[in-house]
Nanobody, 119 residues
């Protein structure tokens, strides 16, 4: 089992910045991809950004140029720096870890952290 603990959410004005962090613990071997998803009220959960253990990144079009994902493999942490925040970024943000065990992939989720962008 992998446990994910998120921190860093909160209330920020449009144009502001927030940094989310996520620490993985437990059976943390073979975690190839870590990432962030978000879910706004009455919407489906969507990918925000993800990063492989080798540093390859992938971003949703809506956050490209504003958000930056980073990972520290030694510390088993992943962070999301969010700049130029917009009201439409308001959502619960979830940390995700994908653990590859042969042909099987186990997905783990954090408890979520609320990000509210409002004036």
């Amino acid at each position: 089992q992998v446990q994910l603990m998120e921190s860093g959410g909160g209330l920020v004005q449009p144009g502001g910045s927030l940094r989310l962090s996520c620490a993985a613990s437990g059976s943390i071997f073979s975690i190839n991809v870590m990432g962030w998803y978000r879910q706004a009220p009455e919407k489906q959960r969507e990918l925000v950004a993800q990063i492989t253990s080798g540093g390859r990144t992938n971003y949703a079009d809506s956050v490209k140029g504003r958000f930056t994902i980073s990972r520290d493999n030694a510390q088993n942490t992943v962070a999301l720096q969010m700049n130029s925040l917009k009201t439409e970024d308001t959502a619960v943000y979830y940390c995700n870890a994908a653990q590859s065990l042969g042909l099987r992939v186990n997905n783990y989720w954090g408890q979520g952290t609320q990000v509210t962008v409002s004036s």
